[in-house]
């Protein structure tokens, strides 16, 4: 029964593995480009801020090949999408290392972002088709186990490269190792059927995203993305005065995260999805609020409660919509998780902002050096607690209103 979408278990299985590399791509897309900030900062003289805009490009092509993605998945299928995605990944990093300027690594970060974008938009619904009921959760928090998975091999790399003195260039072509597994992973192979007829139809998709509950979780996957995504983007530079590894700091959030997601199904069907969101907005609150008040070893106690907060957030809440919104289809998770990362076009600079802020101000308080450099990250921090605080409280809202539905619901999830 939990194959019974897809063409066979070995076809599904390989499908699996190509998504799991692909995601890695993504990941080491993400922690190698925040491992070599300060380096690409120093090399071309960009600011802060100039960063933050490097770094939102890759946010910017996310959503939209998330979007696009999801309204031509049932059209034009997995597979084609796939294909596009390699060729934004390989043009991208190639462009990354060769382009010199301000200019050049705002377009090649925003090629390796549609390529990102569209590893989402493909493999979800393939997941969501491919498996069934809880083993549809299990599967879906393994395959993004693979996004912290790969930002711990690719932290360590950057770190290991760094130190060696190695160029950021030569950090760049790492990626292109997972981009060639997957693509000949995917190669020949055919993908599943919509597991809801109605998750096939742009009507379909359409109406069920006009539901309340679609439209609360576009709000709560904002806010997901920024507890996220912020504090790990910025790690090398808001941290690097805080006594503890800044890229050591990154792999012990990201391995943390890897291993609670691949228990992630074990969590759902004890907690649900709308409990295991509330418990992880709490974890994440105290992380971070620990990141803008701890330094040297307790970094690193921050470093856990963090990872065990923000480990649990993206793929229970593209589970959720596969689970308790199938109607809205690939195109409903496309969109979901393009809101996540489209969040980031904005949060992103306004980090680097804050970051500059913080820093002008420490500085005319009369700091200097490392302690200017401590001070203003630990600020910045302290304001990131704002997005989790806010989905405690969402987060509830969900729980009892889920609670409630389920009532209604029962019989139709049972005849599913």
């Not at 790969?150 to 360590?156: N, P, R, W």
């Not at 992103?348 to 001070?375: C, F, H, M, N, Y």
Request: aromatic content about 12%.
């Amino acid at each position: 029964m939990e194959n019974t979408a897809s063409a066979s278990t070995t076809n599904a299985n390989r499908l699996f593995y190509g998504s799991c590399f692909a995601l890695i791509t993504t990941a080491l897309s993400f922690s190698i480009r925040a491992g070599i900030l300060p380096q690409l900062g120093e090399e071309l003289s960009l600011n802060a801020e100039q960063l933050g805009y490097i770094n939102s490009m890759w946010f910017l092509g996310f959503p939209i090949s998330m979007v696009i993605g999801g309204l031509i998945y049932h059209k034009v299928g997995g597979k084609a999408i796939m294909q596009f995605a390699f060729f934004a990944h390989a043009i991208g990093i190639i462009m990354t290392i060769y382009a010199g300027s301000y200019t050049g690594l705002l377009i090649s970060t925003l090629l390796i972002g549609l390529g990102n974008g569209c590893t989402e938009a493909a493999c979800n619904p393939m997941i969501a088709d491919a498996y069934q009921g809880t083993r549809m959760s299990k599967m879906m928090n393994r395959f993004h186990m693979w996004f912290p998975g790969g930002i711990v091999i690719g932290s360590l790399v950057s770190k290991f490269m760094t130190d060696a003195g190695m160029s950021w260039e030569s950090q760049i072509w790492v990626i292109m190792i997972p981009t060639l597994i997957y693509a000949y992973l995917f190669f020949g192979q055919s993908w599943p059927k919509a597991k809801v007829q109605e998750g096939a139809t742009l009507m379909g998709n359409l109406k069920a995203m006009a539901s309340p509950l679609f439209l609360f979780m576009v709000v709560c996957m904002a806010l997901t993305a920024a507890t996220e995504f912020i504090p790990q983007q910025w790690t090398s530079v808001i941290l690097s005065k805080s006594g503890a590894q800044p890229m050591l700091i990154l792999a012990l959030v990201t391995g943390i995260m890897a291993v609670a997601r691949y228990f992630g199904g074990e969590m759902v069907a004890k907690f649900d999805q709308t409990g295991v969101l509330l418990g992880s907005a709490v974890l994440a609150t105290v992380g971070i609020y620990l990141f803008s008040t701890q330094t040297g070893t307790m970094a690193y106690v921050a470093a856990i409660f963090f990872a065990l907060g923000v480990a649990y957030f993206w793929p229970n809440m593209i589970g959720f919509i596969a689970d308790k919104i199938p109607k809205s289809g690939a195109l409903g998770m496309s969109i979901l998780g393009a809101v996540g990362m489209f969040s980031q076009t904005i949060f992103q600079p306004l980090t680097g902002r804050w970051i500059d802020s913080d820093k002008a101000e420490a500085a005319a308080a009369g700091l200097t050096g490392d302690e200017l450099e401590l001070v203003a990250g630990q600020d910045t921090m302290q304001t990131i607690t704002i997005f989790p605080i806010i989905l405690i409280v969402l987060f509830t809202i969900l729980y009892f209103w889920v609670k409630n539905r389920k009532q209604d619901d029962t019989p139709v999830a049972t005849a599913h």
